[in-house]
């Protein structure tokens, strides 16, 4: 197996001439061309002192030269630490303090601040979105570096920083090994080629954009269509030149309210992805009518890149995130024993296989207390996996309702508060309660001129749930609070009503 960084060099010399990133607006990139960028970008970083094993942090503005310094990063043995833009300066701090990097790259934007960080172990320089700033120009007038170090599949290749809403962030170390793994069985399952063509239009400070997304791309040789940010309308019309999108549940609603959406756009298209976050299963149905595409979506998390997919040929489920990918294997088990349970009955979610971390940075007891002694990782999700074979999650671990000593799975109560007429979406959380201990509580999108009330809710689905699992309290609200992926923040819905019982 190859490193990401091999094969870039692989696809570099199979299709110099071959455009890398296609950018709208602005000149393409080949694969040629962006070999010369990575060496520049490896000459400067062994300038700045980077030695294998040290990290490079990077806070900036999504840009094809931004994926250069990450392959860089990997040439000279380096461990790429991509930071999300929305941080802040009291969140840089812990982030630098922890991860101890040689080199902290931002945006030019923010160089000023920044400077005042740099010391004699870390070096800070600027990289802009449109290919600007310090560190372009010591890349423009430095001698490539031909060569690259050694590294073992073992070897650490990445920190991402887990979103915690806990706690501190904890630091997943990612080997070369996970990522060349990972990046094959995605390749075998979604049948992805060099001939495909990518609209890519994720963050990449993340793993559904740089390690799935991208390095798919980079590895098999093919084209991205490179998108700063998500437009509904752009994409429609780039998808008559492009063959997959990949993308997290708000791009699909968002797609599904263009009037140009439909199988003529979608015809030169062969495969939709989503994840990052659980897709309505409302827009799952919708977009299969308006298109005759079924939506493939799929299951990971930071510590593991991706772990199940729907089938390529075969049914893809609305609610469902599919099978093991290749060389990987799944359970559900007891959550307190790890003992594995029967089929259909829901537990912790655990995952063992080549694509699994590495471990915390700096935190062994904390790694330790996440694996089994089997070697599978325990999640933190919460699921089922049914007689057809496909697994369902339900929840987070964190997000499991306790009401009056009955575990209560939000999952189960949203679903059919989202079937109700007039519902767009819903997120069901526990707050403390004087006497059932949590209050199971459900926060409600409704759309906009439905007659929903309290009432009407809990009416609608008194009958199907058993007394403990009915929400106390129906709040109604425009939007529920989402990371950049799109995952709703249900801590920010605990805080926000913390004394709703009080």
């Known amino acids: 197996m190859q490193t990401i960084h091999q094969s870039f060099i692989a696809s570099v010399e199979a299709n110099p001439g071959k455009a890398l990133f296609e950018r709208p607006g602005q000149p393409d990139i080949t694969y040629a061309e962006a070999r010369v960028l990575v060496e520049r970008f490896a000459?400067?970083?062994?300038?700045?002192?980077?030695?294998?094993?040290?990290?490079?942090?990077?806070?900036t503005d999504k840009s094809a030269e931004a994926i250069c310094l990450y392959l860089a990063t990997l040439q000279v043995g380096g461990v790429y630490l991509p930071l999300n833009t929305a941080y802040t300066g009291a969140e840089i701090d812990y982030f630098l303090g922890d991860a101890a990097p040689r080199v902290f790259v931002c945006t030019p934007a923010t160089l000023t601040e920044h400077k005042a960080r740099e010391s004699?172990?870390?070096?800070?320089?600027?990289?802009?979105?449109?290919?600007?700033?310090?560190?372009?120009?010591?890349?423009?007038?430095?001698?490539?570096?031909?060569?690259?170090?050694?590294?073992?599949?073992d070897d650490p290749a990445a920190i991402l920083y887990t979103s915690g809403t806990t706690g501190r962030s904890k630091g997943a170390v990612l080997t070369h090994g996970n990522l060349a793994s990972n990046t094959a069985a995605l390749l075998e399952s979604w049948r992805y080629t060099g001939d495909d063509r990518l609209i890519h239009a994720l963050p990449?400070?993340?793993?559904?954009?740089?390690?799935?997304?991208?390095?798919?791309?980079?590895?098999?040789?093919?084209?991205?269509?490179?998108?700063?940010?998500?437009?509904?309308?752009?994409?429609?019309?780039?998808?008559?030149?492009?063959?997959?999108?990949?993308?997290?549940?708000?791009?699909y609603t968002r797609l599904l309210k263009s009037d140009r959406l439909g199988r003529d756009t979608t015809a030169g298209m062969r495969l939709f992805v989503s994840g990052s976050a659980p897709l309505l299963a409302e827009d799952h149905r919708a977009f299969e009518e308006r298109t005759g595409h079924a939506i493939l979506e799929r299951y990971g998390m930071t510590e593991t890149c991706m772990i199940t997919t729907n089938p390529y040929d075969g049914a893809r489920k609305p609610g469902a995130v599919g099978m093991a990918l290749p060389g990987i294997e799944i359970r559900v088990t007891?959550?307190?024993?790890?003992?594995?349970?029967?089929?259909?009955?829901?537990?912790?979610?655990?995952?063992?296989?080549?694509?699994?971390?590495?471990?915390?940075?700096?935190?062994?007891?904390?790694?330790?207390?996440?694996f089994r002694k089997d070697g599978f990782f325990i999640t933190g999700d919460l699921g089922q996996i049914g007689e057809d074979g496909y697994l369902r999650i339900v929840g987070r671990d964190k997000d499991l309702v306790i009401s009056g000593g009955y575990n209560v799975y939000p999952k189960e109560v949203e679903s059919l508060i989202?079937?109700?007429?007039?519902?767009?979406?819903?997120a069901v959380i526990g707050l403390a309660h004087p006497d059932l201990g949590e209050g199971v509580t459900a926060i409600v999108v409704p759309q906009k001129g439905a007659s929903l009330d309290e009432r009407a809710v809990i009416a609608a689905i008194t009958d199907k749930l058993a007394r403990y699992k009915q929400p106390k309290r129906?709040?109604?609200?425009?939007?529920?609070?989402?990371?950049?992926?799109?995952?709703?923040?249900?801590?920010?819905?605990?805080?926000?009503?913390?004394?709703?019982?009080?």
């Open 43 to 59: 000459a400067v970083l062994t300038g700045a002192g980077v030695q294998p094993g040290d990290r490079v942090a990077v806070q």
């Open 120 to 153: 004699d172990g870390m070096r800070v320089e600027s990289l802009g979105g449109k290919g600007e700033g310090s560190l372009m120009d010591l890349a423009a007038a430095a001698t490539p570096r031909k060569d690259s170090v050694a590294r073992g599949m």
């Open 204 to 251: 990449i400070f993340h793993t559904h954009g740089l390690f799935v997304a991208a390095n798919m791309s980079i590895v098999t040789g093919a084209t991205m269509i490179w998108l700063t940010k998500f437009d509904g309308d752009e994409v429609v019309g780039l998808m008559a030149n492009a063959t997959v999108l990949m993308g997290v549940p708000t791009f």
């Open 334 to 370: 007891e959550r307190e024993t790890g003992r594995p349970l029967p089929q259909g009955e829901i537990g912790a979610i655990e995952v063992r296989g080549p694509n699994v971390f590495q471990g915390y940075w700096q935190m062994p007891e904390k790694t330790a207390s996440e």
């Open 418 to 426: 989202d079937d109700i007429p007039g519902v767009v979406e819903s």
């Open 474 to 502: 129906v709040l109604f609200v425009e939007e529920l609070p989402r990371n950049v992926m799109g995952k709703v923040q249900k801590a920010e819905l605990r805080k926000s009503y913390a004394d709703l019982y009080r």
